[in-house]
C-alpha cells in the first residue's frame, strides 16, 4: 500500500526571515511539511495578537490561499512588556549593547520571549493564533551572532546563541508555539 501522502499537512510559512524559516522546518518536519514565500509583511502597531492577526489576514489576501505567519516580541518586564512587538527596530538602532543599556536603570532584567503564529486557512476567514513563552533575562551578548537577539537572551544559565539549535527549539518561545501548532493540526487530521 501507497502512504496516504495527500493527507499530510502542509504549510505556506510567509517570511521574510532566513533564520526563522529554518527553526520552523527543524521542528515540524517531517511531520509537517514547510512550504516558504519569501514575503517581508508590513506590520501594524498593537498588541501582539492584533499584529498577527493581522499580518495573517493580509497574507491570506496576498496569496490567496492558506497561509502561517509568525511575529516575535521580546517583552522586558521593567519596561511593562517594551519593546514588545518592536524589538525588530529597537536591536536594528540600537544592537545587544544598546539593549542592555535600556535596563541599565533597573534591577530586573528578566524578560520574556513571545512568538505568535497566525494560521490562516485562505482569505476571509478568521485567522488561528498560537503563542509561546519563553522566559529568561537579559545579558550582555555570548554566542554566535547570527540570529537576532539570540546572543543576549539567557535561558537557564545559557544565552540562546550557546545553545545547540535541538536545544533552543526544545524550550524556545517558538518551540513552544510550534508545539500548539502542532497539537492542533494532529487533532485536525483526524477529525
Ligand atoms: O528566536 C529568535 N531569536 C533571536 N532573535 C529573534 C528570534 N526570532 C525573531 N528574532 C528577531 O526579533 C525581531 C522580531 O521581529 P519580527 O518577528 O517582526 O521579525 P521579521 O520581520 O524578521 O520576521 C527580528 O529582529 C528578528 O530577527
Ligand atoms: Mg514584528
Sequence with gaps: ?????????????????ANKLSEVKAILEPA???ESKKLDLLEIQGTL???TLDKCR???????????????CLCFNALNGLPGPYIKWFLESIGHDGLNNLLAAYEDKSAKAVCTFGYSPGPGHEPILFQGITDGKIVPPRGPTN??????FEYDGKTYAEMEKPEKNKIS????????????FAKEMTA
Aim: glycine share 8%.
Design 147 to 152: 540570529f537576532g537577539w539570540d546572543p543576549i
Design 1 to 17: 500500500m501507497t502512504t496516504p501522502t495527500a493527507a499530510r499537512h502542509i504549510v505556506n510559512f510567509i517570511t521574510g526571515n
Design 49 to 51: 495578537e492584533e499584529v
Design 32 to 34: 509537517i511539511q514547510v
Design 58 to 72: 493580509r497574507a491570506a489576501d496576498l496569496v490567496q490561499g492558506p497561509v502561517l505567519v509568525e511575529d516575535t
Design 173 to 184: 518561545h517558538r518551540g513552544r508555539a510550534l508545539a500548539q501548532l502542532q497539537a492542533w
